[in-house]
């Protein structure tokens, strides 16, 4: 309990330092956002224009209330107003496209995580074997192919050349989105095979790897040749002591690679034109809607602290060290 | 493939654990024979250990030459090409001809120039930002293993925080303010974000190694605690940072290329990264000019995974059950061979 009290402590001071760093990042910058809006109408501003211009970034008042005012409207989840969609308020878009994101990265997670670990769990087993010398490099090589040229690679080949799959959306733009609609369900998943298929490929091949080391460093531990000696069948020692040992520190990584997957989503996303926070951020980026681009930031940053804390809880039950 | 003879006790140890007696074998040169144990050539002897264990191993040196071509081929590019990778070459969308061996852009480029002079960029960009990741992360995690205390309390929440912050988004964030960030200015910020692994790791090494009897007698002898970390705690943790470095290098290298990709960089510089921009805002795939946009695809990959190739043999320094069990797959088949069990592992 303790443990989890402290963990608890960590996020949240992580969490204002987040959203100091969202605060001070554009004032202590050169030319601000509200600068630049304010040259572009090359004097043309009335005062009272220039100073209602400055209040809706949250730039009047001395920095003490500027901060105290931001981090009342983040509680608030008031992100301020989109520019690009305007006057959609950009909390609304930035849940909107959460939304998918969710879908690809919980998906992708799910299955390279799962893959890469039994891969990992068989390649330490057999540990110099062919499994292990051959897919071990190429899972790994794998990782360093970056989300952005596997989605290019998998976009060419079957979307524009095969034509299996679409070349953008999240679902069939004639289905209302109803997500107990078991045909709005199958076009969702239709739709995001591509863009979860190409993180998948980049990221097993880190699980495996992790898997497999931690592993081969607990093959070697009393406990291990104990069951061994005790005539315990293969899949026990293997899959109840050793790889359920080895799972622990995995979780802890995992929680903390979800931000990596999340950029990884971002790019993915901008290739398959899939209505995600990687696609409304490239948009974002093009017109310079900062209101976006600093939410995007703070709501990624909520979801991997939230994932870490999620990962401690499951680590003290898995295990029991750990419940003291 | 010799790494067995650095320690020989360790295939006759499990034989004789297997049953493999001295009795029944021949005689020991004949066992290393038949193990695929070739002596070892004498230079590898004279390097220390870690180094003649880096050279021996086939994955990290093939890596390293790899790495070591395509630096050379970007430091050549003016004796390789005679074009100018900001100039007009040619007519635009040429597919590869004898003139421009990998085409043109729509701006009329020569890629394969480009791609060369690109390469500059993104690999120095990418170095830069691993050492200096690396480097961060060595006096952080040093300080905070050695001096521990407060000091460590501080240093760890920094440590926890940067690894909990999604990198990318926040170097978006970043870029975007910078207003079409220079590669240098990325560079900056990856390695400013990137130091939190390397800072973890070499804080625990350092922890374990304090209470070692080196280090004990050292304070007990009145050493300065610079010099005891100059001296006796850093040599130690040169793999460590090796590894660090390289995986540093590669998420750099990566992340400059997404970035720029996703149109945060500074468009007229030409690295990897910019390239695929322009290719993708040209429509390079569905325009069918697939001449632009492999090449730099191609050359991130094989840059990526030749440092995977070069952390392969880092790691196994670091972690020295990892090179044994590299070995064991030989083992196991030659006491299958010889009708033992090979349970043992």
């Not at chain 1, 301020?80 to 006057?87: A, E, H, R």
């Not at chain 2, 926890?160 to 970043?174: E, K, Q, Y």
């Not at chain 2, 973890?200 to 005891?228: C, D, M, P």
Request: net charge positive; charged share 15%; hydrophobic share 50%.
């Amino acid at each position: 309990m303790v443990f989890l009290l402290r963990r608890l402590l960590f996020y949240f001071a992580a969490f204002f330092l987040a959203i100091t760093f969202n605060f001070l990042i554009p004032r202590l910058m050169p030319g601000n956002p509200s600068d630049r809006i304010i040259a572009s109408f090359q004097g043309r501003l009335t005062e009272a224009q220039v100073a209602a211009i400055r209040k809706s970034f949250g730039l009047d008042g001395n920095m003490w209330e500027q901060y105290v005012t931001y981090i009342g409207s983040v509680f608030r989840l008031d992100f301020g107003i989109s520019t690009v969609q305007f006057p959609e308020p950009t909390a609304s878009l930035l849940f909107y496209a959460a939304t998918w994101t969710l879908v690809l990265v919980g998906l992708a997670i799910f299955f390279a995580f799962t893959i890469g670990s039994f891969m990992g769990i068989h390649a330490a087993w057999n540990r110099g074997g062919f499994f292990d010398s051959f897919f071990t490099p190429i899972n790994v090589m794998m990782n360093a192919f970056t989300p952005a040229i596997v989605a290019l690679v998998l976009f060419y080949a079957f979307s524009l050349q095969l034509k299996w799959f679409p070349l953008g959306r999240a679902h069939d733009p004639n289905l209302m989105p109803n997500w107990l609609d078991l045909k709005f369900l199958g076009s969702v998943l239709y739709h995001a095979t591509l863009p979860v298929m190409s993180i998948l490929l980049v990221s097993f091949g880190g699980w495996h790897l992790g898997m497999r080391n931690v592993m081969i460093n607990l093959l070697n531990e009393d406990f291990v040749i104990l069951a061994k000696a005790k005539g315990l069948s293969e899949n026990r020692v293997k899959y109840r002591y050793v790889a359920r040992n080895a799972i622990l520190p995995q979780i802890t990584s995992l929680a903390l690679s979800i931000g990596y997957m999340l950029g990884g989503a971002l790019v993915t996303e901008a290739v398959f034109n899939y209505p995600g926070l990687g696609k409304f951020t490239f948009t974002a980026i093009g017109s310079r809607d900062y209101s976006f681009i600093q939410g995007q930031l703070l709501l990624l940053t909520t979801a991997v602290l939230v994932a870490n804390l999620l990962s401690d809880i499951a680590n003290v039950i898995l295990d029991p060290r750990l419940r003291k | 493939m010799s790494e067995l003879t650095h320690t020989p006790a360790l295939p006759i140890n499990v034989a004789a654990r297997a049953g493999v007696g001295s009795g029944m074998a021949p005689d020991h040169a004949a066992l290393m024979a038949e193990l695929g144990v070739k002596p070892k050539p004498g230079w590898t002897s004279r390097l220390p250990p870690s180094l003649a264990s880096f050279v021996t191993n086939g994955k990290g040196m093939a890596g390293v030459i790899l790495l070591l071509i395509l630096i050379a081929a970007s430091f050549a590019a003016p004796l390789i090409s005679d074009y100018n990778p900001n100039r007009r070459a040619g007519k635009p969308s040429q597919a590869p001809t004898y003139e421009h061996v990998l085409g043109t852009t729509r701006m009329g480029k020569d890629v394969f120039t480009q791609l060369l002079y690109g390469g500059r960029v993104s690999l120095g960009v990418g170095f830069f930002a691993g050492v200096a990741a690396a480097a961060i992360g060595l006096a952080l995690g040093i300080s905070a293993g050695y001096f521990g205390g407060r000091v460590d309390d501080i240093i760890t929440f920094f440590v926890n925080v940067v690894l909990v912050l999604p990198g990318l988004p926040l170097i978006i964030v970043i870029a975007t303010l910078v207003e079409e960030a220079s590669p240098f200015v990325i560079g900056a910020v990856l390695a400013a974000t990137g130091w939190g692994w390397s800072a973890r790791t070499i804080r625990t090494q350092t922890l374990s190694l304090r209470t070692r009897e080196f280090v004990l007698s050292a304070e007990l002898l009145g050493e300065r605690k610079w010099r005891i970390v100059l001296i006796e705690i850093f040599p130690n943790m040169l793999s460590f940072f090796m590894s660090g470095l390289v995986l540093g290098t590669i998420a750099a290298i990566l992340a400059e290329a997404a970035l720029e990709f996703i149109g945060l960089g500074d468009p007229n510089a030409v690295t990897w990264g910019t390239m695929l921009f322009w290719a993708q805002n040209n429509m390079a795939l569905q325009s069918g000019a697939w001449w632009e946009i492999w090449p730099p695809c191609i050359a991130i990959m094989v840059t990526g995974a030749s440092l995977v190739l070069v952390n392969f043999s880092v790691d196994e320094i670091t972690n020295p059950q990892l090179k044994a069990s590299r070995k064991i797959g030989r083992i196991r088949r030659f006491l299958t061979r010889r009708g033992r069990s090979a349970d043992v592992f």
